[in-house]
């Protein structure tokens, strides 16, 4: 039996650009990162945003990765 799976997403937007973050963590286990969408940056799937006790922190962390590929 495969474990469940939560997952959550954000959208916003950061100095005129679009962000839109989605995250996922196994039943028991640590949430992650696994999609970035940030401004005309490509996809990233999977980025290392690292491993979170909650989906929330996840997002965070995805939403952290984003706004500094935009400020850079």
Do not use: W
């Not at 996922?24 to 286990?29: D, T």
């Not at 490509?42 to 706004?67: K, M, S, V, W, Y």
């Amino acid at each position: 039996m495969k474990p469940e799976i939560q997952s959550d997403s954000l959208s916003t937007s950061y100095y005129g650009q679009d962000i839109y973050v989605e995250a996922s963590q196994p039943a028991g286990g640590k949430a992650f990162v696994h999609l970035v969408q940030a401004g005309e940056f490509p996809e990233i799937n999977n980025p290392d945003c690292g491993e979170h006790d909650t989906l929330e922190q996840a997002l965070h962390a995805g939403l952290r990765f984003a706004t500094s590929l935009i400020d850079n």
